[in-house]
Structure formats: C-alpha cells, structure tokens
C-alpha cells in the first residue's frame, strides 16, 4: 500500500504494511531480500539511465530492502522519509556528517550512551566541529549553553544507561527559538512509548540492533524525519561516504522483527515494571531507576510524553554493603549467580541481559520471559551473594 493510503491507520498496521507489496515477479507475499552487491543491465544506455533516476546501481548508494526498510521506519515515526545505516553508531555518524561542518557548534545532552560520547567528544571534535555538553533535564542549562553557531542539538531519552528523562517539548522549542535542529535518540523508546518527530525533534535516530529487530541477531540504524533533511543525509554524502550502509539481509531480519514491535516492547515494558518493583522493596537494593515507577524522577515526563511506558531498562544500585561485601563485589556475585538472566551487553532482545556499569550501577535490559520466573532469578541471585 501507498504511504498516503497508510497514514490514517495506526502505527502497528503501517509498519506491517508500509515498504510491501507482492514481489514484482513472483508475487512472493513476505518482502525478497536482494542480497547483492551490484545490479546489471542489459545496455550501458541502460545502466546510464538508472544513474540519471537515482534507480539501483549498487548496494552502497541503494537497494531495494534496504528502501522496503526506510518506509517502514519513516511510518514508524511519522516521518516523511527514512535513511538506514549498518548500526545505530553508523546512522547517528552519518547524519551527524551530513548536518554539520567546521566552525558549527553541537550541543549534546551529558549522559549520553558512551561510544556517542566519544564520537562527539573525540572524533567530531578533531574535525573542528565545535562540541560541547549539558545537563538536557535542565533547559536553563541548555539555554546558558546554546552559542550563535549552534547547529544542533542531540539527546537521548531515556539516557544510556542512568534513564535520565528530558521533556522533548521543551527542548524542541528552544531548538526552534533559537534557529537551529534536534535530533533525538530514541533507541531506549521506540513506538508505543514515544514518538520524537510528534514530540517536535527534527530528526529522529534509532539503534535498529535494538527493540526494533528485537531478536539480538542484526545490527542496524535508521533515521528518520522530514525528506528535506534525509536526502541530505542520503544524497550525495552519507552512509554512502562513511561506508555505513546496511547489509540487505540484515535489513530483511529487521524488518521482519518490527512487525512484532508494538507487542514486544509492551511485553517488555511490563516485565520491566514488575522487576523494578521488585527490586525495590529488597532489602539489599538502594535504589532503583525506572521511568514507570511512582516517585521515580522521570515519572511525570514517562505519562507525559511516553504514555506511561517505562521502556526495558531497570537501573538498580545495591547496598553499599551486601552480606559483608562491597557493593562492586556484591554486583559482580548477583550477576553472576543470575541463572535465567544472562550476563551481556545490549537491550531489546528476548533475552533478559544483564551487566555491570561505570558507577556500580547495574543495568537489567528486561526480555520477553515470564517476569516470575526473572523475579525469582533474581530473587535467588541476590539471596546468593
Ligand atoms: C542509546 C543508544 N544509541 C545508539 C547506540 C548504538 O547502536 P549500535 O550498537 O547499533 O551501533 C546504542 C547502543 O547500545 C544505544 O544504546
């Protein structure tokens, strides 16, 4: 179906729907993958007037899955059009290549995952990208922040991996005050719980590795926003220039997983919630981070702007002392006596993960098991320490 004839209908039937139609040639109902490196033709007339069309040449600069891909993302969002990449690292690169230039000033929310953090800390800076942080939960900081050269800004919400939540509202209208765009990360949030583009971000980036193939076996970006901004991205420069483009199999594995997305991240959302209170009320735990949870500092942004949807990110803090132990040595023995839960970095998938972070936090990145049979595993790990 046509994106026009989609754009009445909810988000969990365009994204079923959007990018598809019966395969030209066999009338192949699921989406072929076109796992090719090049495309031929029968006349150099003929590959002459695919390059004067934009049409297929080759994978990097285009293919038809990775297009099957981007119309669904852009119906994900709300977007006008989307841009893949081969990781969500490789679509925030691209478009951050795209958007700016030497003298321009970026300004980054502080928190953020941190192989953004060095993307934006080392690598753009030597580019003579002007570069600087602050605290995106406090808009006078933000405000104290902005320069006459900034270009963008960039946050994540909630933050990778203390769930640091920041009113996008907000954000977008002093972005627009002020002249310049926004660009949110929202790979901890994807649809049901929040829509940036809808919120007022300009642009909007996603780790596909995450909830959006959900099922921990491809990696994958996409961003997504107005066509004027995506081409940018698109044409002629990135990921075409960086070398990010997704490989056509692994965009036919996510979009497979995302037609399943609204079920699953509401799957995980209530595993998540169910683990938060939990740890909660052990008595070996200080403190918990979990949007969802009343009383928790992200809660009233989390009905606001993330229909009451805590994602599947629990932040939990032990004791300082745990039976005895120090509260590093506590976390290592809690994760490693986990029995259901694996030990592992990375979110959204089935299985519940588990690691220890910078600061003795740990993160539990909830999956799509039993949330019983998660409580009790961690109700036996802890009780092991
Ligand atoms: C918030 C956030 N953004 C971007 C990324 C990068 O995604 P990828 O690993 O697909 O490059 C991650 C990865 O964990 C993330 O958590």
Redesign the pocket.
């Given at each position: 179906m046509e994106r026009e004839e989609l754009s009445h209908l909810a988000f969990e039937t365009q994204i079923i729907h959007a990018g598809h139609s019966f395969d030209p040639t066999t009338n192949a109902l699921a989406s072929p993958i076109y796992q090719t490196a090049t495309f031929g033709f029968e006349t150099v007339e003929d590959m002459d007037a695919a390059w004067d069309k934009l049409g297929y040449l080759y994978t990097r600069e285009g293919n038809p899955t990775l297009i099957a891909l981007e119309e669904k993302l852009a119906a994900l969002e709300g977007g006008e059009a989307a841009v893949t990449a081969a990781?969500?690292?490789?679509a925030?690169t691209s478009a951050l290549y795209a958007i700016l230039e030497k003298g321009g000033h970026l300004l980054c929310a502080k928190g953020l995952?941190f192989?953004?953090n060095i993307l934006m800390n080392d690598f753009l800076s030597k580019l003579g990208v002007d570069v600087s942080f602050a605290d995106f939960q406090d808009l006078e900081d933000v405000k104290r922040n902005l320069k006459p050269n900034t270009k963008l800004l960039f946050l994540?919400t909630p933050t990778?991996p203390k769930l640091g939540v920041v009113d996008v509202r907000a954000v977008s209208a002093l972005a627009k005050e002020h002249g310049c765009l926004l660009m949110v990360?929202s790979?901890?949030a994807p649809p049901p719980i929040q829509r940036a583009l809808e919120l007022g971000a300009d642009l909007v980036?996603h780790?596909?590795?995450?909830y959006i193939n959900g099922h921990g076996d491809a990696?994958?970006?996409g961003v997504i926003g107005p066509k004027h901004l995506i081409e940018k991205i698109k044409y002629p420069s990135m990921p075409c220039f960086t070398g990010a483009a997704l490989s056509p199999f692994n965009a036919w594995l996510i979009m497979r997983g995302m037609a399943t997305l609204d079920l699953r991240v509401r799957r995980h959302c209530e595993n998540a919630l169910a683990i938060a209170k939990f740890l909660q009320s052990s008595p070996y735990v200080e403190k918990v981070i979990y949007p969802a949870l009343p009383g928790d500092a992200g809660y009233e942004l989390c009905q606001k702007q993330m229909n009451g949807l805590g994602g599947g990110i629990v932040a939990v803090w032990l004791k300082e002392e745990v039976k005895g132990l120090a509260r590093r040595a506590a976390d290592y023995k809690l994760c490693n006596n986990t029995k259901v839960i694996t030990i592992a970095t990375?979110?959204g998938e089935a299985n519940t993960l588990i690691q220890v972070e910078n600061d003795d936090m740990i993160r539990i990145a909830v999956g799509l098991e039993n949330a019983a049979d998660l409580i009790e595993d961690l109700r036996q790990a802890l009780e092991a320490i």
């Open positions: 990781s969500g690292i490789g925030i995952f192989h953004s994540e990778n990360d790979t901890f980036v780790s596909l590795t995450k990696l994958g970006g990375s979110l």
